[in-house]
């Protein structure tokens, strides 16, 4: 929320910094808050990708695994390199035939 009300992002640090050294989270809080701080500041850090882009990534991931299956890689290398599902590479298949 601090980075929405406009704190810089130094002033964030500072004041992890002092709330830290004045309180103590016990350890699976510690480790919970710095799991949604690093998801969050990932996020923040995130472009918006338009339609076109996810449909462009989605036909290039659908080409590879096709390349893939052509070469008789088995369903789950292709899922695990394109990261397409298996459900998804299966229908690719049989298209296929």
């Known amino acids: 929320m601090l980075y929405d009300q406009g704190y810089k992002e ?15 989270l016990p350890e699976e809080l510690e480790r919970e808050f710095q799991n949604e701080l690093k998801a ?12 076109i882009e996810r449909m462009a990534a989605d036909e290039k991931a659908r080409n590879i695994a096709l390349n893939m299956l052509k070469d008789n890689l088995s369903v789950e290398q292709v899922a695990r390199f394109t990261g397409l599902t298996i459900v998804r590479i299966q229908q690719l298949q049989s298209e296929m035939e």
């Open 40 to 51: 969050f500041e990932e996020a923040k850090q995130m472009k918006y990708v338009t339609t």
């Open 10 to 24: 130094q002033d964030i640090i500072e004041l992890h910094a002092f709330l830290d050294w004045m309180m103590r």
